[in-house]
């Protein structure tokens, strides 16, 4: 087990759970949008708690590159065309640890929903007093609001029937789970296919575009216009708040699903991009 819990394996897990929580975390800014009426002050806080979770993800990928190399390195320097299948296995599991860390992320950020609300509304409301998104995150260190996040931090509560699965579109759903199912080995993938093609291993570890384009594709044109949509139309009194609730639950829901399926999806994606970039070398003009 110690030579596949190395530093860098745990450092790399940790970072993705971290990415995972705080994008889970960032849909309650929508439902805060609602309580504050401040719509578009929240898509605003929204999107920079996304790219927060955005930036935290570039710190993995060292670690990604690391482990990457250790795998591949000794059968390079050997000459060999492709790794040995211990080793191979041992990488395999890392890599899937990894994406299981993303998995124990969306179960945070849902324990942390709570906590993410109450950041949100403070937020808008210290960003309307003070004008300033720097003087406002200092606030979060004021004694009261770090007293407020911490009695928010308790079991939740809640019934199924709560969350009706009928305010929400299925095809919403569905692009969600299939966003964060690529999201989740669209890098992990990458490097994954520089270990199983090594004389295309720094072209792999390049193309991991290939398969997170599919998911920025469809964010874009499915997930996020969909869930401005439903928060518009409740903040114009067309939809009950427990849409939005709803909404949020069943978008951390399917996003779990979706990082358990990125299990099964993690060889083939790594196969897929292996394969595209050995065409890519093989064909190219000298």
């Known amino acids: 087990m110690s030579e596949v819990l190395g530093g860098n394996v745990v450092l790399a897990a940790i970072l993705t ?24 002050t929240a898509i605003s806080l929204f999107s920079l708690l996304v790219t ?27 000459h060999l065309a492709t790794v040995d299948p211990s080793t191979l296995h041992v990488f ?76 929400v579109p299925k095809k919403l759903l569905i692009a969600n789970t299939l966003l964060f199912a690529v ?8 490097y994954y296919a520089s270990v199983i093609v090594l004389d295309a291993r ?12 599919i998911g920025t594709v469809a964010f874009s044109l499915f997930i996020d216009p969909t869930t401005a949509f439903i928060v518009d139309q409740t903040a114009r009194g067309e939809r009950p708040r427990r849409d939005v609730l709803a909404m949020i639950f069943w978008l951390v829901v399917t996003a779990f699903i979706g990082t358990v399926l990125a299990q099964l999806i993690l060889y083939p994606s790594a196969e897929y991009i292996a394969a595209v970039a050995n065409f890519w070398v093989s064909h190219s003009k000298h």
């Open 202 to 213: 720094t072209t792999a570890t390049g193309l991991s575009g290939l398969v997170n384009g």
């Open 92 to 167: 395999d599991l890392q890599m899937r640890i990894v994406v299981a860390a993303g998995s124990l992320g969306i179960l945070l950020g849902a324990l942390l929903l709570p906590v993410f609300l109450i950041m949100f509304v403070r937020g808008i409301g210290a960003f309307e007093r003070l004008g300033s998104v720097p003087r406002a995150l200092l606030r979060l260190f004021d004694p009261r609001v770090a007293g407020d996040l911490l009695r928010a931090l308790k079991p939740p509560r809640f019934r199924l029937s709560d969350f009706p699965i009928d305010a």
């Open 183 to 190: 999201y989740s080995v669209g890098v992990v993938a990458a």
């Open 52 to 78: 927060a979770s955005r930036l935290a993800s570039l710190f993995m990928v060292p670690s990604l590159g690391v482990i990457a190399d250790k795998a591949s390195n000794p059968a390079v320097k050997a």
């Open 17 to 40: 759970l971290v990415t995972q929580a705080i994008q889970i975390g960032a849909y309650s800014a929508r439902y805060a949008g609602i309580v504050t009426g401040r719509i578009a």
